[in-house]
C-alpha cells in the first residue's frame, strides 16, 4: 500500500471509531445474550450467518486456496479459531465487559512473540520491553491473589492466545491469497469446525436469540469492513492508538446496560497494554518493516 494510499488520517481514525463502536456492540449484543445458549452453539450460529454474508465468495475462494496448496494452513487456521471464538463467547457471558475488551488486548503480545518464534522475525530489546509493560498491564487487570481470577477469565486469556495463533496462520497465507480469500475461508472452517460441538450440546435457541445472533453477525462484519477501511486511509500509527477508546465505550456500556462497576485497575491495565502495542506499532513504522503487530480487532470474531 503506497503512501498516497494512506494520506487521509482524519478519515483513518472516523473508520477506526466506527470499527471500535461496531466491537463494542458485538461484545455487547453476547453480554447481553448471556448464558441462555452453549457458548460453542452461540459462536456456530453466529458463524452460520457469516456463510450467509460470504456465500458468492466460498467457491472462488475454495478453488483459489485448492490452486495454492495452503489447506493444512487454513485448516490449522480453522483449529485455533473454532477454540478461540469458543472461549471468547464463553468469557463473554461471565465476566464484565471491560474485562473481556481489556485482555483481548493481549492478542498483539501474542502474534509478536508468535512471529519470532515461528516466523523468525526478530525480537529486539524495545520490543521486549513493550512486551513486558503489556503482560503487566494484563496483571494489573487480572490482580492474581488480591481477587478471585474467575473461569471466564482464564476463558479470555486463552481465546487472546489462540487468536494470536489465528492470525499467525493467516499472516502465513497471506503470501498466497487475498484478505477476502482468507477471511471467507476462515467462515467456512470454522463453522464446520464448530458444528459437530454445537450439535453435542444443542439446545433449541429461540427467535429472540437467533434474532441477536444475527446482530451479532452483522456488527462483526461491519466491523471488519471500517477496520479495512481505517487501514487503507491512514498507517497503523495513526489508527492503533484509537482502539484504546473501546474500552472506554466498553466501559461505559458495561456500567450503563448491565450496572458493572466502573474498575480504575482495567483502565489502568488496558492503557498500559495499549501503549506497549502502539510502542511496537510506530518502531515497525520508524524501522520501514512491515507491520507484524495486528491491532485487537484483528481477532475477527
Known amino acids: 500500500m503506497t503512501a498516497v494510499d494512506q494520506g487521509r488520517p482524519v478519515a483513518g481514525i472516523l473508520w477506526m471509531l466506527a470499527t471500535g463502536l461496531s466491537f463494542v456492540a458485538v461484545t455487547g449484543t453476547v453480554r447481553h445474550l448471556g448464558t441462555g445458549l452453549p457458548a460453542v452453539e452461540a459462536a456456530f450460529i453466529r458463524f452460520v450467518y457469516g456463510i450467509f454474508f460470504f456465500a458468492p465468495t466460498l467457491l472462488p475462494a475454495f478453488r483459489r486456496a485448492q490452486a495454492a496448496g495452503v489447506w493444512p494452513l487454513v485448516a490449522g487456521r480453522g483449529a485455533f479459531h473454532v477454540l478461540a471464538v469458543s472461549l471468547w463467547f464463553f468469557a463473554m457471558a461471565r465476566i464484565p465487559v471491560a474485562e473481556v475488551t481489556a485482555i483481548g488486548y493481549l ?18 530489546a524495545r520490543r521486549l520491553v513493550a512486551i513486558g509493560v503489556a503482560l503487566v498491564g494484563a496483571m494489573i487487570i487480572l490482580r492474581p491473589g488480591v481477587r478471585e481470577v474467575s473461569a471466564g ?9 489462540c487468536f494470536g495463533v489465528s492470525y499467525l496462520f493467516a499472516k502465513r497465507l497471506s503470501a498466497s491469497l487475498s484478505p477476502a480469500t482468507i477471511v471467507a475461508l476462515m467462515s467456512l472452517t470454522v463453522t464446520l469446525g464448530l458444528a459437530p460441538f454445537a450439535i453435542a450440546v444443542w439446545v433449541w435457541p429461540s427467535l429472540e436469540q437467533l434474532g441477536w445472533l444475527g446482530v451479532v453477525a452483522a456488527f462483526a462484519t461491519l466491523g471488519h469492513y471500517t477496520m479495512a477501511r481505517a487501514f487503507a486511509a491512514a498507517p497503523l500509527t495513526v489508527t492503533q492508538p484509537v482502539t484504546f477508546l473501546q474500552l472506554v465505550w466498553a466501559t461505559a456500556l458495561g456500567w450503563f446496560a448491565f450496572g458493572e462497576a466502573v474498575d480504575p485497575f482495567v483502565l489502568a491495565g488496558g492503557a498500559l497494554i495499549i501503549a506497549a502495542i502502539s510502542y511496537m506499532t510506530w518502531r515497525e513504522a520508524q524501522l520501514k518493516r512491515r507491520a507484524v503487530t495486528p491491532p485487537p480487532e484483528a481477532a475477527n470474531i
Request: aromatic share 4%; glycine share 12%; charged share 5%.
Open 107 to 124: 492478542n498483539p503480545v501474542v502474534v509478536t512473540l508468535g512471529a519470532a518464534l515461528f516466523l523468525g522475525e526478530r525480537l529486539a
Open 153 to 161: 477469565h482464564i476463558a479470555q486469556l486463552g481465546a487472546a492466545m
